[in-house]
Every structure is written in structure tokens, then in C-alpha cells.
């Protein structure tokens, strides 16, 4: 009903900068809020930072002041603005939106995106 789909990954050098962005699509009503995790080899997924439909914003310790995430409502799309990357960023980054489906009826349900990968090397 609902895909979401990251890009902008790649390899960068540390103190590079990196954009990702989610488009989501599919049977979508509206989308509440909508969030950025990673997961590093081994270890387990965490909250990188997420957005509210209105804008309200939250940051994983680690990330702030170096990342922002924001989002464009009427193109379903979110980014993530990656500045100051450091080695300890380098993981598979995923998409994350709560979204309200219309399809023959309204629901809410998370849905993920496949991952991109970032890695931060010398």
C-alpha cells in the first residue's frame, strides 16, 4: 500500500557532507510523523533522528548539531542534511513514516524503506 523509497547514500570522507531523502508513495491520506534510523554491522537499529507532520524535530545525542532533518509535505519526501560525518556515522540509514492509508479504509501504520547505505572512510 505504501513504499518508501531512501536515496543519496554513498562513500564519503570524514567531516564530509552527505543529503538523503525518503519519497514515500502508494495509498497514502497524509503522513504523520516520519523518522531517520541506522543500523552499523552487528549492531542494533537506532533512532538517528524524526519529524513531526508540523515540524517538530528530535535528535540522537550523537547526531545533533551535525545533521537536520526536515520535510516537504506535499511531495511526501523527507531529508536528512548529514554534515561533519565521522566513521562512527558509517551504517545503513532507513526511512521510517507513520502514515494514515486510504485504501478502501483509513489505518495507520509504520512503514520502512530499504536502506541506504552511508559509509565514512579515509
Known amino acids: 500500500q505504501v513504499q518508501l523509497v531512501e536515496s543519496g547514500g554513498g562513500l564519503v570522507q570524514p567531516g564530509g557532507s552527505l543529503r538523503l531523502s525518503c519519497a514515500a508513495s502508494g495509498s497514502i491520506f497524509s503522513i504523520n510523523a516520519m523518522g531517520w534510523y541506522r543500523q552499523a554491522p552487528g549492531k542494533q537499529r537506532e533512532l538517528v533522528a524524526t519529524i513531526s507532520r508540523g515540524g517538530s524535530t528530535n535528535y540522537a545525542d550523537s547526531v545533533k548539531g551535525r545533521f537536520t532533518i526536515s520535510r516537504d509535505n506535499a511531495k511526501n519526501t523527507m531529508y536528512l542534511q548529514m554534515n561533519s560525518l565521522k566513521p562512527e556515522d558509517t551504517a545503513v540509514y532507513y526511512c521510517?513514516?507513520?502514515?494514515?492509508?486510504?485504501?478502501?479504509?483509513?489505518?495507520?501504520?509504520?512503514?520502512w524503506g530499504q536502506g541506504t547505505q552511508v559509509t565514512v572512510s579515509s
Open positions: 521510517m513514516a507513520d502514515v494514515i492509508v486510504s485504501r478502501g479504509r483509513y489505518y495507520t501504520d509504520d512503514y
